[in-house]
C-alpha cells in the first residue's frame, strides 16, 4: 500500500509514503480547504498535482505525504469530511499507474558528457527536449523510484536545475 | 420574486423557521440593514459586541434546536465573530455567521475594514462561501442553512460583499438541495447494530456513554429507553447534560476531569461502552491510555471521522444517534434482553450512594456548592442554566441536576469565557417561557457584561448568578496545584461593584454574603421580570474538586473532603 521512498523522506520511525488520490470540486478555496487539513496538524505535502477531468466541474487532485496508517486514515476521513470533495483514496501503487515527469538541466560541455548522459537517457527512456553550450534538459517520466535513478546516475555531471510535477496516478480496471 | 441579495438573506432566514438574528452593522453591511429596518417577520436583536451577537446565535440554536444567525460587518466585525464560531464548531452547534465583505471589486486591496474573513473562518467552520454572484444566494442560502443543521450539526460561515447584498436578483429558494460531496450515513449498518446488540447482551459490566450527539438528534428518550431496558447504568458529559434526566436511578452523572467519582468509576471498570454521540475528549478520557482499561467500546457517531480519532473502538457504527438507537433498541428486543440484577449494577448502584454528599455547606465565606444547593432547591422546572467557563460552570456541572435536553448550555469544547452571558440573552429569546439563569464567574461575566445592555434592552431577562472570588478561580486552582501556588496573571483585585454595575444598565442587583442570603436573593431574582443580578462572594480558596489531574488517569481523581466515603467504596469493589 505504500511504499518507503529510499528511506529518505521516512524521517520519522514507520512513516512512508502515502499517495492520496482525490476528486474535488472545481472552485476557489477548495485547495486551501485540503491544505488546512494538513497544515492544521503539522504535516507536509511533498507533492501535489491538480488538473481537471472528464467531468466539467470535477478536479483531480493527487497528494503525497508521508506518514503512518494511522495518520493517513485519520486524514482521508477529515478529507472525505469537507464538502467540496467527492472521493478519497488512498492509492495502492501495484493495482495503479503511477507517474512524474521531472525536467532536468545537465551540465555537458563537452562531447564526452553529452554523449553518456545521451546514452542514459536512452536506457531510461527519457527525451532531450533543449540543448545548448554547455548544458541540455532532459525530460524523463516514471515512477519516482525510476526517476530517482536516473537522477542519482546523471547527478555526477552537475545537475544545474531540477523541476519534478510530482505524482499522479490512476488505478488499473 | 425580484429582491435584492440583503433581502434574500432575510427570506431564507424566514423561510428555514427561524424567528431572531443577532448582530451588529457597521459599513459593509449598511444595505442589509436596510433591509432588516424595512423587515417586519424577523426580530433582529443588536447585541453590544459581535461575540456577543455570535454567542447569542449559539444561546438561540443551544435551546431551540434551529440553527441561530448572526451578523457582523467585514473587517474588525468579522473577526470579533470568530470565537463563537469557533465555539460553535467544537462543539457542533448549528449557527450561520453572516459577514458584510467590502465591494467585489475592491476585494484582495486591503480596502477600509477588509479583512480576509472566508479565508479566516475557514477552519473553523463546517463550510463558508463567499459570495461573487448575487444570483448564487438562494442555492448558497439553502446549502447554508442544510449545512448547519444535518449531519454533524456545526457552523456555515458567509461572506457577502456589499454590492452582493444589494443587488438584485431573482429569489427562487429551492426545498432542497443535492450537496454532492456531502451524504451523511443516518441510518446504522445493520450487521454492526446486530453485533452491538449481541454485546450488550452479553457483558458483565455495560455501560452507555452519552454525548451532546444525543441532544442534536433528540435522541433522548431512546437513550433512557435502551438504559432502562438493560438496567444498565449511563453517563453524560457535559456536553449532553440532561440527555437523560438526572434524577434517573441509573444515571451517574458527568465523567472526566471535573465530573463525578462514580462515573469515573463507572468508566473504569465497565467491560464494555456503549458510547453514543461523543468524542472522547481528552477532559473525559483523562491519559486516554489507562482509560477504560477493561472495556470493548461500541463507538456511535454521525462522524467518520471520530471513529477511532481518540479511543479505538471495537464497534465503531456510522451513523444518526437517535435512528442508530431505535435500530438497536428494536434489535434487543428481538433477542429478548432482559434487564439482569448483576453484581455490576449493586456495586455501582453503592457507590452512588456513596457519592452523594451533603453540599449544603454553612461556611462563610460561602462555598460555591451552596449555591447551587439553594438553586437546585428553588429554581423554576422550566429553567435553563446557562455558564461561562471555569469553577462555576465545573461546580455547576457537578451539583446541578436538570431533567431534560436544552436545559443546561455551556461551552464545552472551546472553554470561551464570556460565552454565558450572551448565549443565556439568545436562550431567552429562543425560549421566551424559560427562567434563564447564567452562572458566571467574575472574571468571565467582565469579558461580556455590556450585554446587560443587549439584556435590558431588547427586554430578554435573564438572571446572572456572578461567583465572585476576586480570583480567575479555575487558573488559580492550577497554579495551586500544579505551579507551586505562584499566582500570575490571576488575581483580579478591585473588581466592579456588580451590583451597581447591573443597576448602571438598568437592571436590579443584590449583594450576598452568608449562606442565609441565598435563597431569599434568588426568590426575587425569579419573581423579577428584568434583568437581575446576584453577587454572591465566595471562598478563593475553595477548589473544584474531585478533579483527574492533567494528564492524570481517571482511576485517579483527586478527592474532595467529602469523597472519603465514596473512595472507600471504590476502592473495595474495584475490579
Known amino acids: ?173 | 420574486m425580484k429582491i435584492s441579495g440583503g433581502k434574500a438573506v432575510l427570506e431564507a432566514v424566514k423561510r428555514e423557521g427561524i424567528g431572531h438574528m443577532f448582530g451588529f452593522p457597521g459599513g459593509a453591511v449598511l444595505p442589509f440593514y436596510d433591509e432588516i429596518a424595512a423587515e417586519t417577520g424577523l426580530v433582529h436583536i443588536l447585541t453590544r459586541h459581535e461575540q456577543g451577537a455570535g454567542h447569542a446565535a449559539e444561546g438561540y440554536a443551544r435551546a431551540s434546536g434551529k440553527t441561530g444567525v448572526c451578523v457582523s460587518t467585514s473587517g474588525p466585525g468579522g473577526t470579533n465573530l470568530t470565537t463563537p464560531v469557533a465555539d460553535a464548531f467544537l462543539d457542533s452547534i448549528p449557527i450561520l455567521a453572516i459577514t458584510g465583505q467590502v465591494v467585489t471589486d475592491l476585494i484582495g486591496n486591503d480596502a477600509f475594514q477588509e479583512a480576509d474573513l472566508f479565508g479566516i473562518m475557514m477552519p473553523i467552520t463546517k463550510h463558508n462561501f463567499k459570495v461573487l454572484d448575487a444570483n448564487e444566494l438562494p442555492h448558497i442560502l439553502k446549502m447554508a442553512f442544510k449545512l448547519t443543521h444535518t449531519g454533524r450539526p456545526g457552523p456555515v460561515h458567509i461572506d457577502l460583499p456589499k454590492d452582493v447584498q444589494s443587488a438584485i436578483i431573482d429569489f427562487n429558494y429551492p426545498d432542497d438541495i443535492v450537496i454532492p460531496g456531502y451524504q451523511p450515513n443516518l441510518r446504522g449498518h445493520p450487521n454492526q447494530i446486530k453485533r452491538a446488540a449481541e454485546m450488550l447482551v452479553n457483558a458483565e459490566r455495560p455501560l452507555l456513554l452519552g454525548g451532546g450527539g444525543l441532544i442534536s438528534s433528540s435522541a433522548h428518550q431512546e437513550f433512557t429507553a435502551l438504559a432502562e431496558m438493560l438496567a444498565c447504568p449511563a453517563v453524560t458529559t457535559l456536553m449532553a447534560k440532561g440527555a437523560m434526566d438526572e434524577n434517573h436511578p441509573l444515571h451517574l452523572g458527568q465523567p472526566g476531569m471535573h465530573g463525578r467519582q462514580v462515573a469515573n468509576y463507572a468508566i473504569q471498570n465497565a467491560d464494555l461502552i456503549l458510547a453514543v454521540g461523543c468524542r472522547f475528549d481528552d477532559r473525559i478520557t483523562g491519559k486516554v491510555q489507562t482509560f477504560a482499561p477493561h472495556a470493548k467500546i461500541i463507538h456511535i457517531d454521525i462522524d467518520t471521522a471520530e471513529l477511532g480519532k481518540n479511543v479505538a473502538a471495537t464497534l465503531p457504527i456510522v451513523g444518526d444517534a437517535r435512528l442508530v438507537l431505535q435500530d438497536l433498541l428494536a434489535m434487543l428486543k428481538k433477542l429478548n434482553a432482559k434487564a439482569a440484577d448483576t453484581e455490576w449494577k449493586k456495586r455501582v448502584h453503592a457507590i452512588k450512594e456513596a457519592c452523594n454528599c451533603n453540599y449544603a455547606y454553612e461556611e462563610t465565606p460561602i462555598r460555591p456548592e451552596r449555591i447551587l444547593y439553594e438553586l437546585g432547591l428553588c429554581a423554576p422546572k422550566n429553567s435553563i442554566f446557562v455558564t461561562e467557563v471555569g469553577q462555576h460552570q465545573m461546580f455547576a456541572m457537578h451539583f446541578i441536576k436538570v431533567d431534560g435536553p436544552r436545559k443546561y448550555i455551556s461551552s464545552g469544547g472551546l472553554g470561551t469565557m464570556g460565552f454565558g452571558l450572551p448565549a443565556a440573552i439568545g436562550a431567552k429569546a429562543a425560549r421566551p417561557d424559560a427562567t434563564v439563569i447564567d452562572i458566571s464567574g467574575d472574571g468571565s461575566l467582565l469579558m461580556v457584561n455590556q450585554e446587560m445592555a443587549t439584556a435590558v434592552e431588547s427586554n430578554l431577562p435573564v438572571v446572572i448568578t456572578v461567583f465572585n472570588n476576586s480570583w480567575l478561580g479555575m487558573v488559580r486552582q492550577w497554579q495551586k496545584m500544579f505551579f507551586g501556588k505562584r499566582y500570575s496573571g490571576t488575581h483580579l483585585g478591585q473588581s466592579p461593584d456588580f451590583v451597581k454595575l447591573a443597576e448602571a444598565y438598568g437592571g436590579e442587583g443584590v449583594r450576598i454574603e452568608k449562606p442565609g442570603e441565598i435563597k431569599e436573593g434568588f426568590e426575587r431574582a425569579f419573581k423579577a421580570n428584568h434583568l437581575f443580578l446576584l453577587e454572591i462572594d465566595i471562598d478563593p480558596e475553595w477548589d473544584c474538586l474531585p478533579m483527574v489531574p492533567p494528564g492524570g488517569s481517571n482511576s485517579g481523581m483527586i478527592p474532595s473532603k467529602a469523597c472519603t466515603n465514596v473512595v472507600k467504596k471504590m476502592h473495595e469493589y474495584k475490579y
Open chain 1, 1 to 173: 500500500m505504500a511504499t518507503e521512498r529510499n528511506g529518505k523522506e521516512a524521517n520519522q520511525i514507520g512513516h512512508k509514503l502515502y499517495i492520496i488520490s482525490m476528486l474535488v470540486e472545481d472552485r476557489f478555496g477548495v485547495l486551501q480547504r485540503i491544505a488546512g487539513v494538513f497544515s492544521r496538524r503539522g504535516f507536509n505535502m511533498d507533492t501535489i498535482t491538480v488538473g481537471k477531468t472528464h467531468t466539467p466541474g470535477v478536479s483531480r487532485m493527487t497528494i503525497t505525504t508521508t506518514g503512518n496508517e494511522k495518520i493517513v486514515e485519520q486524514m482521508v476521513k477529515q478529507l472525505s469530511k469537507l464538502v467540496e470533495t467527492l472521493k478519497v483514496s488512498v492509492v495502492n501503487e501495484t493495482e495503479s499507474v503511477v507517474r512524474e515527469i521531472a525536467l532536468v538541466k545537465v551540465h555537458s560541455p563537452d562531447f564526452v558528457s553529452r554523449s553518456e548522459i545521451l546514452n542514459y537517457a536512452g536506457i531510461f527512456r527519457a527525451k532531450i527536449v533543449n540543448v545548448g553550450k554547455s548544458s541540455m534538459i532532459i525530460e524523463i517520466t516514471g515512477d519516482y523510484e525510476k526517476i530517482d535513478a536516473f537522477l542519482d546516475l546523471i547527478k555526477p555531471f552537475g545537475i544545474k536545475e531540477l523541476v519534478r510535477t510530482g505524482l499522479t496516478a490512476m488505478m488499473r480496471e
